[in-house]
């Protein structure tokens, strides 16, 4: 089936991906060591978390806190589709069952789902350029349908990304067509020697008051990291 | 009247062997109410105090918003409100409680649980989770890290007294609550959704997961009497209860009062057929009392007997045959009685209403309500079967009966 679906592949069907991977790879690389602050806020608190933060390809990530204080050291390991929390104030380490993996991650708008996913917009997704900057609005805008059996739980999902081909926006649909949540890339700025958005905002659809914001402090790319650092020994260090 | 209760009991004795026939039989309509009366009262208590009194209280008071959202931070800001409940002098018991959900496990084995933040000394007052439990003891009065868990999620997570286990929930805060915690106490609370998934812990240690100190979700109040929450509501609301939303239990749980109510209608119909047989027994006793005696009452009425005092001879005998009846059947009704409140009866497995497992054991209860409620109505009904044949009796035209058979 994939097969049949690649060879029939246009050269524009290419252009496309490679646009489509643009959104998937900001602030990822090889691997990375970045520090970032996470600020949330819902209709009942507001919370700002700094944290630190190491990733090696698409499928081993390690996310540490280091504020505030009350949470220092609670840490959050994803390798493959698995993820498990380290929670220093009673050192243990609690692996997150599949049921809760589309709760929210650290009180955020974020979901566990949204951290482990690891696989490209272009392999789970059919899509459609809808627009391009020569019609007049100087984006791309992408319109992606899940594949039959692919493992997402959206209805359709929107890339747009600007003429000069950074991100700008990913929105996310419901199957009703409702936009469930949208996420802006915004502050583009040079770290770790790219040029990339800097702060993602994360805004639900229905309490649009609410918001998570994550910004980039300081990212490094191609750090040379051992698989160790991404196992659950290093979790509780 | 002496007389005529004289006479009466002599008639009713002239056919010793159909009277006695009649009276055991109502005897044994009114052992059968007596003890099936027992029985659901009995049942009926344990109902009431498993699906009311220990599940909803008698009265309850959330957060306005709590009982549709379910949402953790609609609480209840606790700060002395319980303490002024328990001071009322209509109040017997009062808890509060503390919700929340969380993961509940170790490194690799986890489940959702439901928590159930609780002040030991008020919860046990009202449940007796104390005597449910299956293996070691119930949380300490003080918070101490300590958890209970129900029976099922126990054996699920192959955890027993003594282990610690970790819970680790979304804190309304935004932070990740957790904690961990020595399992004190397995209990098999009868809850088909608690012994599956539930763990009670001190409501601070729950407080302190949550990030809601100082509050809770609910508060459970009790009286003597379910039935008597309307006057233990207004009772409450005087505490200064503020925009709380304060009910009943019939009220927050219609499904329930309407399934305690079925109870007593279900056992109207069961007394109401027992009693409209008994009452043909009676109307053909009586009515082949005066077919047989057409001559005798014949004469009497000759001799100058009033139709009245014919009406009131019937009757009486009727009346006789009925308080017979009642003695008897208190009699075998006593001793069915008596098993039923010391032995009970055995209902094997599958006792189940709305979520929670009954002791399949029910034992009866005797209340001066129930026996009453069987005796006199049938003493009135044996009394009322015997009106028509009383009246027979009184138009009897007496040269004619005399005459006649």
Redesign the interface.
């Known amino acids: 089936m994939m097969l049949i679906w690649l060879s029939v592949a246009s050269a524009d069907d290419a252009e496309i991906v490679r646009l489509l991977n643009l959104t998937d790879d900001i602030a990822r690389g090889e691997s990375s060591v970045a520090t970032l602050t996470m600020e ?1 806020k ?1 209709a ?2 507001e ?1 700002s978390v700094t944290m630190k933060a190491w990733s090696k390809g698409t499928d081993r990530s390690l996310v540490v806190i280091e504020e505030p204080a ?2 220092k050291g ?1 840490a959050t390991l994803k390798v493959g589709d698995d993820m498990w ?1 380290y ?1 220093p ?9 599949a ?2 993996m589309g ?2 991650w ?3 708008h974020v979901t566990n789902d949204d951290l482990v996913k690891g696989s490209r917009l272009s392999e789970d997704y059919t899509f459609t350029l809808v627009e391009q900057p020569q019609d007049g609005d100087a984006r791309y805008v992408i319109e992606l349908v899940p594949k039959p059996d692919a493992p997402v739980v959206w209805g359709k999902v929107q890339v747009v990304i600007s003429e000069a081909e950074i991100p700008v926006s990913t929105e996310f649909y419901d199957e009703g067509g409702d936009l469930v949540r949208s996420m802006l890339y915004q502050d583009v700025k040079t770290i770790g020697g790219r040029e990339m958005p800097s702060t993602f905002l994360v805004v639900p659809a229905d309490a649009p008051e609410e918001y998570t914001k994550i910004s980039y402090g300081d990212i490094q790319f191609d750090v040379d990291l051992p698989d160790s650092t991404f196992s659950l020994q290093a979790l509780k260090q | 009247m002496k007389f005529l209760v004289a006479v009466a009991w002599r008639n009713l004795w002239r056919q010793s062997r159909r009277s006695l026939l009649t009276a055991s039989a109502m005897g044994i309509a009114v052992a059968m109410c007596l003890a099936s009366v027992a029985l659901v009262d009995g049942m009926y208590g344990a109902f009431a105090d498993a699906l009311v009194t220990q599940s909803l209280g008698h009265v309850q008071l959330h957060n306005g918003e709590y009982p549709s959202t379910k949402q953790p931070w609609h609480t209840i800001d606790d700060e002395g409100l319980i303490e002024r409940i328990e001071a009322l002098p209509g109040v017997t018991g009062a808890t509060d409680r503390l919700y929340g959900q969380a993961l509940l496990g170790d490194e690799n084995d986890s489940t959702g649980a439901i928590l159930v933040g609780i002040t030991p000394r008020r919860e046990l007052a009202l449940s007796p989770l104390d005597e449910r439990l299956v293996e070691g003891r119930f949380l300490a009065d003080e918070a101490a890290q300590e958890v209970v868990l129900g029976k099922g999620m126990a054996e699920d997570l192959e955890l027993s007294v003594g282990d610690s286990v970790v819970i680790i929930t979304q804190a309304t805060d935004g932070s990740l609550g957790n904690e961990l915690l020595e399992i004190v106490g397995i209990v098999s609370s009868g809850r088909t959704a608690m012994d599956r998934g539930g763990a009670w812990m001190h409501v601070e240690d729950l407080q302190d997961v949550l990030a809601l100190y100082g509050q809770v979700h609910e508060i459970l109040v009790t009286g003597p009497d379910p039935d008597a929450s309307a006057s233990l509501l207004a009772e409450v609301e005087g505490a200064e209860t503020g925009d709380l939303l304060v009910r009943t239990w019939q009220e927050a749980s219609p499904q329930t009062a309407q399934m305690m109510g079925m109870q007593d209608a279900s056992m109207a119909i069961f007394i109401a057929i027992i009693f409209g047989v008994a009452s043909l027994g009676v109307l053909n006793t009586m009515l082949m009392a005066v077919f047989e005696r057409t001559r005798e009452l014949g004469l009497m009425k000759a001799l100058g007997m009033t139709p009245l005092r014919v009406v009131a001879l019937v009757l009486t005998e009727a009346a006789l045959l009925g308080l017979l009846s009642c003695v008897l059947g208190a009699i075998l009704g006593g001793l069915l009685d008596w098993y039923l409140v010391t032995e009970g009866l055995d209902f094997g497995d599958g006792l189940e209403q709305m979520g929670v497992t009954f002791d399949p054991i029910i034992k009866g209860e005797v209340t001066l309500k129930g026996v009453v409620g069987v005796l006199v109505p049938l003493f009135f009904i044996c009394v009322l079967a015997a009106v028509w044949p009383a009246i027979r009796a009184a138009r009897l035209r007496p040269v004619e009966s005399m005459r006649g058979l």
Do not use: I, Q
């Open positions: 949330v819902t009942r608190y919370r009350k949470e609670v929390n929670l104030k009673v050192d243990r380490t609690m692996k997150v069952p049921a809760m709760g929210s650290m009180g955020s």
